[in-house]
């Protein structure tokens, strides 16, 4: 069944993103001539209403694995996850995107980094649960 989506203020969503469970989380970025600030919504079908994923998290990008598991990028280029705010897995991250069985591969923000698994694109274990290949811009 479609369902038509209806909202206000759209202006300012610069992303959205829909979760493999059919969650829909959608980015706004708004500036107050001092700051610029991104936050994360999640939208509610059955009311119609986005709500703030977490005032104090400024988030860049958000995406899922298979399961469902929600990856996010800050402004700082530090990605987060598996479903966790605080959990620090990458930093120094352009891009990023989740592979099906849960493969982190990143885009390095800077032209060349001090890390060698930067520069050889090599794979990283963090817990023996998440492997992660990152790339520098050059090798894009």
């Known amino acids: 069944m479609t369902q038509v989506l209806e909202w206000t203020s759209v ?6 993103a829909v979760s493999p469970l059919g969650d829909l989380y959608g980015i706004q970025k708004y500036d107050d001539k ?42 700082a280029g530090q990605v987060f996850g598996p479903d966790s705010k605080s959990r620090r897995i990458l930093s120094g991250v352009a891009d990023f995107e989740v592979t099906v069985p849960g493969r982190v591969w990143a885009v390095s923000n800077k032209s060349e980094t001090s890390s060698n698994a930067w520069k050889e694109g090599t794979w990283d274990t963090i817990d023996n649960v998440n492997y992660y290949k990152m790339f520098s811009p050059s090798d894009v």
């Open 11 to 16: 202006n300012l969503f610069i992303n959205l």
């Open 34 to 75: 001092k700051n610029v600030y991104q936050y994360l919504y999640k939208f509610n079908f059955a009311s119609g209403q986005w709500s703030l994923f977490d005032k104090d998290f400024q988030c860049a990008d958000v995406r899922f694995d298979k399961m469902g598991r929600m990856y996010l990028l800050d402004n």
